[in-house]
């Protein structure tokens, strides 16, 4: 069974950095198509990007340019390098994972049918 564990998270700055990871263990991890996703207090959660076993990525039009996806199939880990962040980026983060039949975009915005989700980052933005 495939296991995710986040981190990363914690207080920035607006304007500053973050660098999200996701570990994945208990299965063969670079098998599995991996996304982010985030809720805010009050809010659905939301797609923030996706990356397939293959490598296609999609990212929400609220994070494109400021925030990028990569995996290290070698560590099982992937990784949300977050940058010029803003206010309402603040949000927990998670990381879930499945084996995606269909376009990367598809699986962000299905997010809620993949079956295998961390427990969350906490990120907040603030001065």
């Known amino acids: 069974q495939l296991q995710l564990v986040e981190s990363g998270g914690g207080l920035v700055q607006p304007g500053g950095s973050l660098r999200l990871s996701c570990a994945a263990s208990?299965?063969?991890?670079?098998?599995?198509?991996i996304g982010w996703f985030r809720q805010a207090p009050g809010k659905d959660r939301e797609p923030v990007s996706c990356?397939?076993?293959?490598?296609?990525?999609y990212y929400s039009d609220s994070v494109k340019g400021r925030f990028a996806i990569s995996r290290d199939n070698a560590k099982s880990t992937v990784y949300l390098q977050m940058s010029s962040l803003k206010p309402e980026d603040t949000a927990v983060y998670y990381c879930?994972?499945?084996?995606?039949?269909?376009?990367?975009?598809?699986?962000?915005?299905?997010?809620?049918?993949?079956?295998?989700w961390g427990r969350g980052t906490q990120v907040t933005v603030s001065s």
């Open positions: 208990g299965a063969t991890a670079w098998n599995y198509d």
């Open positions: 879930a994972a499945d084996s995606w039949r269909g376009t990367v975009q598809a699986m962000c915005e299905k997010g809620y049918t993949l079956r295998s």
């Open positions: 990356v397939t076993v293959d490598g296609s990525i």
